[in-house]
């Protein structure tokens, strides 16, 4: 299906209605938890690391979708002037669409460039 020419509201909302018909979170239930005490380190560079480790005993697929989301969320927030998907905006979509608390959200919102450094979408 070529999306290109739909409108970004529609697309949007097809996005939102695949995640949320996933038969398990993205994170997965059984790494929610982890991801959960991650969230609450209080050394960033402990976050960072911690979520590093929990992204990489993710399923392939989920760790794939994990990054195109929050790539792709990262230019939308970097565009927030036109579009006002702010951060806050973002977490309240991503994070019952995705089954994430706001806690970890912004938690990998928080280390996206270092998580997702070799990761580029393209067009």
């Known amino acids: 299906m070529v999306l290109s020419s739909a409108d970004p509201p529609v697309v949007a909302s097809l996005l939102k209605l695949f995640l949320r018909e996933l038969p398990d979170p993205v994170l997965t239930q059984k790494l929610i938890p982890n991801f959960e005490e ?4 209080k050394v ?3 976050r960072l690391e911690g979520l590093r480790g929990l992204l990489q005993e993710l399923p392939e697929p989920n760790l794939r979708l994990i990054q195109w989301v929050f790539v792709h969320m990262g230019h939308v927030i970097k565009k927030e002037k036109l579009n006002k998907m702010t951060l806050q905006n973002v977490s309240i979509v991503l994070s019952p669409t995705m089954q ?3 806690r970890v959200l912004n938690c990998i919102f928080e280390h ?4 997702f450094a070799g990761v580029a979408l393209l067009r």
């Open 112 to 115: 996206a460039e270092d998580l």
């Open 44 to 46: 960033p560079l402990q």
């Open 38 to 41: 991650v969230s609450k380190r």
């Open 100 to 102: 994430i608390s706001h």
